[in-house]
């Protein structure tokens, strides 16, 4: 019989999705900023030390809203890893910001501080850390940077909420940090995100900046007796039907949590013995971090037996896929002066790097037949 297929992800749901969704269509508000936006950003607020939270209608909002917080603009570095996901990057770019790449370390995959303070120059405004597949960055050296040179620190946190660093947030630990609730993370309404405000003083312009540069915000609490524009901004709210999908998983959170730890602590261990034995490393936590169980990666002895890997596990019904691609070495990476050698370390990681299945709704089976497909592979 052909053994059923374990894809990578399946899309985390929850028990009162539905109930949820049906209150928000019978109540008639679905636009943004109603009942269950207000239950999500109290959830949210409770898990982030008491951070202001703007829900957004993606991550890659979020990060535009932070690049027009910052009032970056041509002339103006902003320091990012190469490492990630193109929003990251095209947030300050669409301003007419300079993206500088930066290098990574080999263990986490997280920005090397060492490379930060290379590429620091006087145009340098702010530096935005990933805490790669939910496992903290070393905030305390990047910090260190950061002060030393007057940087403000953004975290791209789309695979890290729920994680911790030193027993704190993750999402908490910069001025601004973005959220990222899209069908691929660990809670999600297939689309959706947040930007968590920690400096107080940006607050009351994000508001206005999410509602299109008015302001609508203080409006609708009673504090002006009109709304009117008053800054740039654009529509940056999520639907509250959407909301409600959210509120559903974030009451829920513990038990998605402890279902992916469960399986994440289940490769580690399944899988040590046969990583040790041909050359392959598993995920490094370090002692100050607490991880979001956002992926579980591979990296195989170089990018040919990767490839050789995801294909045996495709053969095996598996999804294993890789991860990202450079961002310098991209089409748009190059235009922007790119060039090979640029994060050497970035370059390896990224050729040698699969993901495993990992969602809440793995069966113990499907982890079975995960580990059995990995162990039958030999470099
Ligand atoms: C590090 C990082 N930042 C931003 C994003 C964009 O998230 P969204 O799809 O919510 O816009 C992603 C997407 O996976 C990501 O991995």
Request: one cysteine or more.
């Given at each position: 019989m ?14 009162r ?14 636009a ?8 999500c ?38 320091l ?19 993206p ?56 791209d ?21 973005t ?9 999600t309404?297939g ?22 540069g ?8 009673g504090?002006?007796?009109r ?21 559903s998983?974030l ?6 949590q402890?279902?992916r ?5 289940h ?18 936590v370090?002692?100050d ?9 591979l ?28 961002l310098?070495?991209s ?26 299945p ?6 113990d ?6 580990v059995?497909?990995v ?5």
């Amino acid at each position: 019989m052909e053994p059923r297929p374990v894809p990578f992800n399946r899309p985390t749901t929850a028990s009162r999705a539905l109930d949820y969704v049906g209150e928000a269509l019978a109540g008639g508000h679905l636009a943004g900023d109603g009942p269950f936006t207000d239950r999500c950003r109290q959830l949210l607020e409770e898990r982030l030390d008491g951070a202001r939270v703007l829900l957004t209608p993606s991550c890659t909002h979020a990060l535009e809203m932070t690049a027009l917080l910052l009032e970056v603009g041509p002339g103006d570095e902003v320091l990012m890893p190469s490492f990630t996901f193109v929003s990251t990057a095209n947030a300050y770019v669409l301003r007419g910001a300079t993206p500088v790449f930066v290098d990574i370390d080999p263990a986490t995959g997280n920005l090397d501080p060492d490379d930060l303070a290379r590429k620091v120059t006087p145009a340098s405004r702010a530096v935005v850390v990933v805490h790669y597949a939910g496992i903290a960055c070393d905030m305390a050296r990047i910090g260190a940077v950061a002060e030393r040179h007057g940087l403000v620190v953004v975290e791209d946190n789309a695979h890290g909420l729920f994680g911790t660093w030193r027993s704190r947030p993750l999402g908490a630990l910069g001025a601004m940090a973005t959220l990222s609730f899209h069908e691929t993370k660990n809670v999600t309404c297939g689309e959706g995100g947040a930007l968590v405000l920690s400096d107080p003083a940006l607050v009351s312009r994000a508001e206005i900046i999410r509602e299109k540069g008015t302001n609508r915000s203080q409006f609708i609490r009673g504090e002006v007796n009109r709304y009117a524009w008053m800054d740039v901004g654009s529509s940056y709210l999520l639907s509250d039907v959407l909301a409600g999908v959210l509120a559903s998983q974030l009451e829920e959170a513990d038990a998605i949590q402890e279902s992916r730890r469960r399986t994440w602590c289940h490769y580690a261990e399944a899988l040590a013995p046969w990583a040790a034995s041909c050359g392959v490393i598993l995920p490094t936590v370090p002692d100050d971090c607490g991880p979001a169980w956002h992926s579980f990666h591979l990296l195989l002895p170089d990018r040919a037996a990767r490839d050789r890997c995801i294909g045996h596990l495709r053969d095996r019904g598996i999804g294993a896929p890789f991860h990202y691609l450079p961002l310098h070495l991209s089409d748009m990476g190059r235009r922007l002066g790119g060039h090979e050698g640029d994060c050497p370390v970035t370059e390896d990681f990224s050729a040698r790097l699969l993901r495993l299945p990992l969602h809440h709704s793995l069966l113990d089976d499907e982890v079975d037949a995960v580990v059995a497909g990995v162990r039958a592979f030999r470099p």
